[in-house]
């Protein structure tokens, strides 16, 4: 009796008993170890190491196909290459002529101009058109289908279409323009009106895509604000100029830096446009982009170093665009905030 008081106030327990076991995990063991210790460090493991294991394929096929050309690339724009031949290091020579080289500069001012003509039109209709299909219209479902249809066309079918229709002897267009009193244009020979017939077919295989584009940031406007700006009298016009647009600003710049990037790679469209000129931008280079004049320099004339000088030109185009989206992004950020 005795004995089980003691036990109950804390005190030792019986001779008898066997002795208590720690609750801790591993305690029984010197080292801590254990299965439990075990499954510990492989969950550990696991939480730390599962997620690099996803994206692992990315990175690897990044590398094979992406980082390992560019920096390729890069090195054999500092070398004198030629087809079957082995590389001289010739430094930065490949960039001096190409300052100097008249097609560059031919090529790089026909490759802004095609841009800018085919850019501002394509991204003004299609926000028109984003602006029409908000709009509860009988059949939005086909429409919306209907835009992006000429997205799905091949660039091949759209551009051999397109040359017919700019045809100086038969096309639809010269047509058109002689039935109300013009003189026939020459859609091919000639500088602007080649570039313009281009412009053409890049405008009416991403405006579509770009109206959806829009039209799915228009659907997230409130329509709180619609509502309030209807109250204060806005007609449909100004609540597009005060509501709509203002709300949507960040994906206008979005596809206005998307289409700028499109246009300065524009390659299939001025190719196919040109027939057997066409690599070179036509008979005297009237439209030849800086994608044609790498492709001629690497493959046509095998000036393999003086191409994959041009195509790094054009990646630091690109870095140059996509650091002035940065600059705009973030004083709009700022103008927001403040």
Same mark, same amino acid.
Request: aromatic letters at 12%.
């Given at each position: 009796? *005795? #004995?089980?008081? /003691?036990?109950?106030?804390?005190?030792?327990?019986?001779?008898?008993?066997?002795?208590?076991?720690?609750?801790?995990?591993? $305690?029984?063991?010197?080292?801590?170890?254990?299965?439990?210790?075990?499954?510990?460090?492989?969950?550990?493991?696991?939480?730390?190491?599962?997620?690099y294991a996803f994206v692992a394929p990315f990175f690897l096929t990044f590398a094979a196909f992406g980082l390992f050309p560019l920096l390729y690339t890069g090195w054999l724009s500092l070398n004198r290459v030629e087809l079957g031949g082995d590389p001289q290091w010739k430094g930065l020579e =490949?960039?001096?002529?190409?300052?100097?080289? @008249?097609?560059?500069? =031919?090529?790089?001012?026909?490759? !802004?101009?095609?841009?800018?003509?085919?850019?501002?039109?394509?991204?003004?209709?299609?926000?028109?058109?984003?602006?029409?299909? =908000?709009?509860?219209?009988?059949? /939005?479902?086909?429409?919306?289908? $209907?835009?992006? *249809?000429?997205?799905?066309?091949? &660039?091949?079918? $759209? #551009?051999?279409?397109?040359?017919?229709?700019? =045809?100086?002897?038969?096309?639809?267009?010269?047509? *058109?323009?002689?039935?109300?009193? !013009?003189?026939?244009?020459?859609? @091919?020979?000639?500088?602007?009106?080649?570039?313009? $017939?281009?412009?053409?077919?890049?405008?009416?295989?991403?405006?579509?895509?770009?109206?959806?584009?829009?039209?799915? *940031?228009?659907?997230?406007?409130?329509?709180?604000?619609? @509502?309030?700006?209807?109250?204060?009298?806005?007609?449909?016009?100004?609540?597009?100029?005060?509501?709509?647009?203002?709300?949507?600003?960040?994906? &206008?710049?979005? #596809? &206005?830096?998307?289409?700028? &990037?499109g246009a300065t790679q524009l390659f299939g469209e001025p190719m196919l446009y040109g027939g057997s000129v066409g690599i070179s931008g036509g008979? %005297?280079?009237?439209?030849?982009?800086?994608?044609?004049?790498?492709? @001629?320099?690497?493959?046509?004339?095998?000036?393999? %170093?003086?191409?994959?000088?041009?195509?790094?030109?054009?990646?630091?185009?690109?870095?140059?665009?996509?650091?002035?989206?940065?600059?705009?992004?973030?004083?709009?950020?700022?103008?927001?905030?403040?």
């Amino acid at each position: 009796m *005795a #004995t089980s008081v /003691r036990a109950r106030k804390g005190g030792s327990a019986s001779p008898d008993a066997p002795p208590a076991r720690s609750s801790r995990p591993g $305690a029984h063991r010197p080292d801590g170890g254990g299965p439990s210790a075990l499954r510990r460090r492989l969950y550990r493991w696991d939480l730390k190491a599962t997620p690099y294991a996803f994206v692992a394929p990315f990175f690897l096929t990044f590398a094979a196909f992406g980082l390992f050309p560019l920096l390729y690339t890069g090195w054999l724009s500092l070398n004198r290459v030629e087809l079957g031949g082995d590389p001289q290091w010739k430094g930065l020579e =490949n960039y001096t002529d190409l300052a100097g080289s @008249e097609f560059f500069w =031919n090529a790089l001012v026909n490759t !802004f101009t095609i841009g800018v003509i085919s850019t501002v039109p394509q991204l003004l209709m299609a926000l028109g058109l984003a602006h029409l299909l =908000n709009y509860k219209l009988r059949g /939005r479902g086909f429409f919306r289908v $209907a835009v992006l *249809a000429p997205y799905a066309t091949s &660039i091949a079918a $759209a #551009t051999l279409v397109f040359t017919q229709l700019f =045809n100086k002897d038969y096309g639809l267009i010269n047509s *058109a323009l002689g039935a109300v009193g !013009f003189d026939p244009v020459d859609w @091919e020979s000639s500088k602007w009106p080649a570039q313009i $017939a281009i412009s053409v077919i890049v405008t009416w295989r991403w405006t579509g895509y770009n109206a959806l584009i829009y039209l799915a *940031a228009m659907q997230a406007v409130p329509q709180d604000l619609y @509502e309030a700006a209807a109250l204060d009298g806005a007609s449909r016009w100004r609540q597009f100029l005060s509501v709509t647009i203002p709300s949507i600003r960040p994906t &206008i710049l979005f #596809t &206005i830096i998307v289409s700028t &990037i499109g246009a300065t790679q524009l390659f299939g469209e001025p190719m196919l446009y040109g027939g057997s000129v066409g690599i070179s931008g036509g008979s %005297g280079n009237q439209f030849q982009t800086l994608s044609l004049l790498m492709y @001629e320099k690497g493959w046509v004339t095998g000036a393999l %170093g003086q191409a994959s000088a041009i195509a790094w030109v054009m990646l630091l185009l690109l870095l140059l665009i996509g650091g002035v989206q940065s600059l705009v992004t973030r004083a709009n950020r700022k103008k927001l905030g403040g």
